[in-house]
């Protein structure tokens, strides 16, 4: 039996970086996984990929911004696999520039994606969850949502927000079933990070490399499965000792 046997998981984010590795450990645990990611070409791409591997996975295109997306997203998740039981809420971007030159629109589509899309697919989730008797939620926050960092004030402002919404949503629902954490990451290997600053964020880390994205998804597991079944409100900080200095 794996930890996730039979489980239905959302997972935004799905088609790249943390959220796809999380969704092969997921599906390695018995998962039934629905990856949601703005990128149909990779997205289908991985569907295909976890198909061949007889797993039941299912990608569905959507902006988390939009509410409309975000409310077929769970519609269509019910339609195909009747519930939903893990929702990991992920999908993110990011981008340095320097504050006093970054335009109110660069500003404002941060914090749409980072911390809006990240409530609209919470409430849906949890609206879902009321009907079905419960379930885990993972916010993906960030190391940046504890500490500060010169040219990402949008981002940091965004993933401290995600912190504190994890906390208001577990005490909101603590008492219905519905466990709400969040996973903050230090530098991880992934696509959001461009290539040429690789090298400068590993030597920022005590441990002197970046993250992997394997490595997230077993914290990831963590928090989403019955291991985690007295913790909720909870910020699972996997940084490589970064935010201990
Ligand atoms: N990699 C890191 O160093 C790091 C550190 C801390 C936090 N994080 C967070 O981890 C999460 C995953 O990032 P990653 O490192 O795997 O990067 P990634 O770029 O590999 O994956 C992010 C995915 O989210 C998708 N996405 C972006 N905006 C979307 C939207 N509006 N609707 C739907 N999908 C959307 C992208 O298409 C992409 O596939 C993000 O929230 C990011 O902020 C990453």
Redesign the pocket.
């Known amino acids: 039996m794996g930890k996730l046997q039979d489980k239905v998981a959302v997972i935004?984010?799905g088609?790249?970086?943390?959220?796809a590795a999380t969704a092969r450990l997921f599906v390695s645990e018995g998962a039934k996984v629905v990856l949601?990611?703005?990128?149909e070409e990779?997205g289908k791409a991985f569907e295909k990929e976890l198909k061949t591997l007889n797993a039941e996975a299912l990608f569905i295109k959507?902006?988390?911004?939009s509410e409309e997306d975000v409310a077929n997203i769970f519609k269509q998740t019910v339609e195909a696999f009747g519930t939903v039981d893990v929702v990991f809420n992920?999908?993110?971007?990011?981008r340095v520039h320097p504050s006093h030159d970054l335009e109110y629109s660069e500003w404002r589509n941060t914090v749409n994606?980072?911390l809006d899309?990240v409530f609209l697919v919470a409430r849906e989730s949890i609206r879902e969850m009321l009907e079905t008797g419960g379930g885990t939620i993972v916010n993906?926050a960030?190391?940046?949502g504890w500490v500060g960092s010169p040219g990402s004030a949008a981002y940091n402002a965004a993933k401290g927000g995600v912190i504190n919404l994890t906390r208001s949503l577990a005490l909101e629902y603590a008492d219905k079933n519905i466990r709400v954490n969040s996973l903050c990451?230090?530098?991880?290997d992934?696509?959001?990070?461009p290539e040429d600053d690789k090298q400068t964020l590993a030597g920022m880390t005590p441990m002197k490399r970046l993250g992997l994205?394997d490595e997230m998804a077993k914290a990831v597991l963590f928090m989403a499965s019955d291991d985690s079944s007295y913790m909720t409100g909870n910020s699972l900080i996997v940084d490589g000792g970064y935010t201990a200095q």
């Open positions: 935004t984010g088609a790249s970086g943390i959220g949601v990611d703005l990128n990779k959507a902006n988390i911004t992920n999908a993110g971007i990011g994606v980072d899309g993906t960030s190391m940046y990451p230090g530098f991880i992934t696509p959001i990070i994205a």
